[in-house]
């Protein structure tokens, strides 16, 4: 296993099925369910400073990354509107890391545009952690539903889990497949012809020999430990009247309460708009909420991590 300290989190690729283990086994220390203390973990990383560089919106991502870098000691610079920054003097991109990676010790960044988090790794000689790069990655969202599945199974090996929705463009189900592959995992694809997993991930798949089925609507008989549903990614459609015609086809309503007595157990990497009925919510198999919580424990034990403090 390579060692984390100073390492970027670029690519779910870039980790091997051990790293991964030991990503989630280290998150656990930070997680109440698992460690109950009365001192905190502030002099872990207390004295380095996170820059956060959101050249995109978040809510989940952004927060739990300012949260996690707090609760372990770390300061905090960064921006969420590089229109207020000198990009809107026309600085560019390479000098905007060159400099954040002057003051800082790690940086995290969203991007709408694929690559940008490697490009920023090209410049910068402090860790990068890509928190989302277009259509392209998001590794820690990856690593906290490895986290989310793990701690509510159990296991991760011999489990069954869907993907729905948005399987064209959704990054979280491309780098979630991927990280599953390398587990004794069947998915199970449920999509419109025009929003199914592209080939590409297929093809790694049926290379790696993971079981796989793929379906056009929800099953009926549904056979599942996990559900992991998706928003339609408006953002990335060129033609808007194609989102228009794809939006509404797999929006969980009241009746999907059934496969949650049935012990599916449903997540969404959120923000939701309407493909999850807020009625769901109540439900003790509806973990959305919970899923995005782990995030604060995968995101602290990868600061600490990748800063050497662990
Ligand atoms: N899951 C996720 O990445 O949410 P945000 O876009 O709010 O960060």
Redesign the pocket.
Known sequence: MKTFKGRDIIDINDFSREELLYVLSEAKRFDPTFVKRDRSNYEIAQGKIAAVLFFE??????QSFRSASQKIGMGIIGFNDPESTSIHKGESFRDTIRIMNAYADVLIM?HPESGAAKEAAEVADIPVIN??DGPNQ?PT?TMLDLYTIMKEAGKIDGIKVALMGDLKYGR?VHALSLALSQFKVKQIFISHPKLKMPEEFLKILKERRVEFEEFEKLPDDLDADFLYQTRVQKERFDDLKEYEKVKDLFVLGAPFRKYLDKGVKLMH???RVNEIDPALDSHENAIYFKQ?KN?LYIREALLALVLGRL
């Open positions: 919106q978040s809510t989940r991502t952004e969203r928190a989302g998001h969202q979280t990497p959120l923000p995005a995030g």
